[in-house]
C-alpha cells in the first residue's frame, strides 16, 4: 500500500512540475528573447527531482508522527 501511495504522489508532483515548468520557459523565452521555446530538458529535470523528492519527504513525515 505504501509504494502505490508513493507512486500516486510521484504521478502527481512529476505533472505539475512538469506543466509549470514549461509554462514558465515558454513565457520567460516570450517576454525576454522574443521566442516561443521550451526548455525540455530542464523541465524534465526538474519534475524528476521533485517528484521523487516530495513524496518521499511526505512519506517520512507521516511515518515520524
Same mark, same amino acid.
Given at each position: 500500500m505504501?509504494? =502505490? @501511495?508513493y507512486?500516486?504522489?510521484?504521478v502527481? &508532483?512529476f +505533472? &505539475? /512540475?512538469? !506543466?509549470?515548468? &514549461? !509554462?514558465? /520557459?515558454?513565457?520567460?523565452n516570450?517576454i525576454?528573447?522574443?521566442? *516561443?521555446?521550451i526548455? #525540455?530538458?530542464? *523541465? %524534465? @529535470? %526538474? +519534475?524528476? !527531482?521533485?517528484? !521523487?523528492? %516530495?513524496p #518521499?519527504?511526505?512519506? @517520512?513525515i507521516? =511515518?515520524? =508522527?
Amino acid at each position: 500500500m505504501n509504494i =502505490k @501511495r508513493y507512486l500516486v504522489g510521484f504521478v502527481t &508532483v512529476f +505533472a &505539475v /512540475t512538469l !506543466i509549470v515548468c &514549461v !509554462i514558465v /520557459t515558454l513565457l520567460l523565452n516570450l517576454i525576454v528573447h522574443g521566442t *516561443s521555446t521550451i526548455d #525540455w530538458e530542464t *523541465s %524534465f @529535470r %526538474f +519534475a524528476i !527531482i521533485f517528484g !521523487i523528492i %516530495f513524496p #518521499w519527504i511526505e512519506t @517520512r513525515i507521516s =511515518k515520524a =508522527k
